[in-house]
């Protein structure tokens, strides 16, 4: 029972860390543009060039 005097503690401090850490995030903008990444993997490349860079 007595573990419960150093868990509790270690898990409040814990979901803090997890909450601000969330929280940090938002505010740096990691969550402003969630579609754009997954799109520029469908997107395109350029086209073959050959040695003079010439698109052929």
């Known amino acids: 029972m007595n573990i419960l005097l150093v ?3 270690i898990s409040l401090l814990l979901i803090g860390l997890a ?3 969330f929280f940090w ?4 903008g990691q969550f402003d543009d969630l579609d ?12 073959p060039q050959d040695k ?4 052929s």
Not at 25 to 28: E, G, L, P, Y
């Open 7 to 9: 868990l509790v503690p």
């Open 19 to 21: 909450v601000w850490a």
């Open 25 to 28: 995030a938002v505010d740096s």
């Open 36 to 47: 754009t990444p997954g799109f520029r993997a469908l997107d395109e490349d350029a086209g």
């Open 52 to 55: 003079d860079g010439d698109e």
